[in-house]
């Protein structure tokens, strides 16, 4: 059974600084997700990594896969207040499921 | 593209009614559906995959007869809970796919609040 997990689940950060939050999951696949979602809303896509190494990144985010390691990090470079959101990785399984992670609720503070 | 639509966007109801979800792929033919229900500042939970035609498939611990799922038409899945009770307050997101190993796009939410 396919399990993810993140940590930290929650983060509270100066503007400027950096940090990571880590995904780890539990059996192989091919694809990993991460969203954002803002209270009330639902989720906006952010990055798919699909091999090992990967690596993307998109304003001061930043995402990487390790298949071997079957981790996952998201790395915010000078945070900003304006990136304080809940931040979930998801991994597909083998039969096209997408299960999620319990979410990072990610609070910046000016 | 790849635009998700859910309707409605926020319901409120008494318990003991049922409430009917939309799902839409606006802007392109999804062969497959899924239904995810958040609890607050909880994860969200896969419910149930539904497939253009055919009877969805339901997770684990999830009442088929009480989550009622339609996947008719390449555009358009229904969730329907009947006899909506209070534990069932939730907000409920959809997402489709073109197909196995595509991409899921979520749709916007529902939120439902069972008096």
């Known amino acids: 059974e396919l399990k993810v997990e993140q940590n930290p689940l929650f983060l509270s950060m100066q503007e400027g600084k950096n940090y990571t939050i880590y995904c780890n999951y539990s059996?192989?696949?091919?694809?990993l997700y991460w969203y954002r979602q803002d209270p009330g809303k639902s989720l906006e896509s952010l990055f798919v990594l699909l091999s090992n190494g990967a690596v993307k990144q998109e304003g001061r985010l930043m995402a990487s896969l390790d298949t071997k390691a079957r981790l996952s990090t998201l790395h915010i470079t000078a945070a900003v207040h304006d990136l304080s959101a809940t931040y979930f990785c998801?991994?597909?399984?083998?039969?096209?499921?997408?299960?999620f992670g319990k979410g990072t609720r990610l609070h910046i503070l000016p | 593209g790849a635009v998700v639509s859910q309707h409605p966007s926020w319901v409120i109801c008494k318990s003991g009614t049922s409430v009917k979800i939309e799902c839409r792929s606006l802007?392109?033919?999804?062969?497959?559906m899924f239904w995810y229900r958040q609890f607050p500042k909880q994860s969200l939970m896969l419910m149930a995959t539904s497939n253009e035609g055919s009877k969805a498939t339901y997770e684990q611990g999830v009442e088929k007869d009480k989550f009622l799922i339609n996947h008719a038409s390449l555009t358009l899945s229904t969730l329907t809970v009947t006899s909506a009770h209070p534990e069932d307050s939730s907000f409920y997101i959809c997402?489709?796919?073109?197909?196995?190993?595509?991409?899921?796009?979520f749709g916007p939410g529902t939120r439902l609040l069972v008096l």
């Open positions: 998801a991994v597909a399984g083998r039969d096209d499921k997408i299960i």
């Open positions: 059996t192989t696949s091919d694809r």
């Open positions: 997402s489709a796919s073109r197909g196995p190993q595509e991409t899921q796009y």
């Open positions: 802007d392109f033919q999804a062969t497959t």
